[in-house]
């Protein structure tokens, strides 16, 4: 892995946003999962880490910091601590970066933001990919059942070892590189002030919670009257404990009904990060996706 622990920096729409960016040829987005404001662990890029030099061989790929988690910097205002606001912020990023034709691969809450992205600015998007989203699939997720009493302090290095330790098959992929990434994250002021925002005001019950909601029922419509209009793939964990597989199923099913190049591979032996626990075959099942997308 060859990853640094920062990349580069655009501002975007007045928002400092870090991504990393690596490789030639067509266009492949990663979006990794979390929201802002999480007292639990520090969502941000390096889940990639395992993927990104891989795919950045035949590949160019970015890989973002959404708005208001990583490096990239919180939304400037308490009314875009939403996801319609992430999902805006991605795509006015691909827009700043001047990408088009993009292949999208959104992980967790990722998956949703590329799903609902491709769905709003199509001309955008060559391929959709979402991968373990109990946000984007129906159905309940296990989240606060499996992460139930982490150990504290909040947003330590034992805390968030155990946060994705609980999301995981496995441990080996859970190295000291991503760890450190976590932590540091995790001390930098503006995530401080995120999980004020977030749980001290309030804005996760009163504003972020009831708007996803309503943005998934629309979502769900959406998918099943107008379609995905792109090439979608879905891929899930055989063990993941938060994004059951049923939920993915369902998933595919709800796009399948609508388009007909609509397709899901099933990772075994793989927790909540599938594609961190089985990366060659994510690789495989991945390029040989996008392939086909392009032939």
């Not at 009493?149 to 805390?159: D, G, K, W």
């Not at 938060?242 to 927790?271: F, P, V």
Request: proline share 4%; with cysteine.
């Amino acid at each position: 892995m060859s990853m640094p622990r920062k990349g580069k920096f655009i501002t975007v729409d007045g928002i400092k946003t870090h991504y990393y960016e690596k490789g030639r040829g067509p266009s492949v987005v990663l979006v990794h999962g979390g929201n802002f404001g999480s007292k639990e662990a520090s969502g941000n890029s390096w889940t990639w880490s395992r993927n990104f030099d891989y795919l950045a061989k035949k590949y160019h790929v970015v890989a973002v910091d959404k708005l208001g988690q990583g490096y990239t910097g919180n939304p400037k205002r308490d009314f875009d601590y939403t996801m319609h606001a992430v999902v805006q912020h991605l795509g006015a990023f691909l827009n700043k970066l001047g990408l088009r034709d993009c292949h999208l691969v959104g992980h967790s809450r990722g998956g949703y933001v590329t799903a609902r992205l491709t769905l709003e600015q199509p001309e955008m998007v060559v391929s959709c990919t979402c991968v373990d989203s109990n946000t984007l699939a129906p159905g309940v997720g296990m989240n606060e059942v499996v992460l139930a009493n982490p150990p504290h302090p909040p947003l330590s290095r034992e805390c968030q070892r155990w946060v994705m330790e609980r999301y995981s098959y496995g441990h080996e992929h859970i190295d000291d590189d991503w760890l450190d990434v976590l932590v540091d994250i995790g001390k930098q002021g503006k995530h401080k002030k995120a999980v004020s925002k977030m749980e001290k005001q309030k804005l996760k019950t009163r504003q972020f919670l009831p708007m996803l909601s309503e943005d998934r029922a629309e979502t769900f419509a959406r998918i099943r009257d107008t379609g995905m209009k792109r090439p979608t793939m879905v891929m899930w964990g055989y063990n993941d404990p938060t994004a059951l597989l049923e939920q993915g199923h369902r998933l595919y099913d709800l796009i399948a009904s609508t388009e007909r190049r609509a397709y899901m591979h099933i990772l075994n032996r793989a927790g909540h990060f599938s594609m961190r626990e089985q990366a060659a075959n994510f690789h495989a099942v991945l390029d040989g996706f996008i392939q086909g997308v392009i032939e």
